[in-house]
């Protein structure tokens, strides 16, 4: 188990498919390789950006063996095991082996919208039963239920397992709270690309990141430059990838990051139902940006 906070630039992998639906495992090596190879700090395998609600357990599991075997130790690992049913969680994270993985990602229960103290008692659960340090997911877009930060303050300060956030609410009042009153070695972690710049300026340790997929060298330098006081430099990484960032959640992630890394040789911009590929126009766009980088 790791011992050192979670800090960096993390990149949130896609699934790559074939047109028949099927995984391409040839591409999900390649986009591995290529992160690791442009300098991301750390790998997070399953998360939302893998379209794992559309992901079957053998998959899943042949998933991380891949990643794991393409990494081979070089750059930590998260894996994301979450659901809505606090019990099911539990049993897929005690099924889980743990090997070459340095963090479980428990993203917040969905569509059921528990309150507070069932949020609390939730992710209580999973702590206690993870071999690894818990990073909280806080993505209210999606899961309908909003962790406080009281909550997430409580949880840092009660159960140790509980290493860190991803906190991609959006709400600066809600972070900057989390950021001024956390424990010692509580991370932040960024869940939105566009504000990272200034969560890390607030004291944030990371992001784990969308665009990184297609962008890793700049996203890992932009987190390194912040570790350095190079605003300048940051603020330049920044403002480059910034209308790319826009276009890629245009007509949702991860259909915007798999048209980039169509556009880059890296896989194909294949989705599973209900998603669906971007248009042409925004294709065309992302196209001639990424030429522009």
Not at 22 to 34: C, H, M, N, Q, S
Not at 191 to 211: E, F, M
């Amino acid at each position: 188990m790791l011992t050192t906070p979670i800090r960096g630039a993390g990149v949130a992998l896609v699934t790559p498919f074939f047109s028949d639906g099927k995984i391409d495992y040839p591409a999900l090596r390649r986009v591995t390789e290529y992160t690791i190879a442009k300098g991301i700090d750390f790998l997070v395998v399953l998360g939302t950006t893998a379209e794992t609600p559309t992901l079957d357990k053998d998959e899943k599991k042949e998933i991380v063996r891949v990643i794991l075997e393409v990494n081979n130790g070089r750059k930590p690992v998260v894996l994301g095991i979450g659901g809505n049913d606090t019990r099911a969680v539990i049993k897929l994270v005690e099924e889980q082996s743990f090997t070459g993985i340095h963090y479980l990602l428990n993203v917040a229960p969905y569509y059921n919208k528990p309150n507070q103290s069932g949020l609390y008692k939730h992710f209580e659960a999973v702590a206690d039963c993870s071999p690894v340090p818990v990073i909280l997911y806080n993505v209210p877009g999606r899961t309908g239920s909003n962790i406080s930060a009281d909550t997430t303050l409580r949880l840092a300060a009660d159960k140790k397992n509980i290493a860190a956030i991803k906190e991609a609410s959006g709400n600066f009042d809600q972070i900057m709270t989390i950021l001024r009153d956390r424990p010692k070695g509580f991370a932040v972690l960024s869940g939105d690309d566009a504000i990272t710049l200034p969560l890390l300026a607030l004291g944030a340790q990371g992001v784990i990141s969308v665009i990184a997929n297609a962008c890793p060298d700049r996203m890992s330098q932009l987190v390194s430059a912040m570790d350095r006081k190079d605003m300048e430099r940051a603020q330049k990484l920044h403002y480059e990838m910034l209308e790319l960032v826009s276009m890629i959640f245009a007509e949702g992630s991860p259909a915007g990051i798999k048209s980039a890394l169509h556009h880059l040789g890296l896989c194909e911009e294949n989705l599973r139902l209900p998603l669906t590929p971007v248009s042409d126009t925004l294709g065309t766009k992302i196209r001639d940006y990424l030429k522009k980088l």
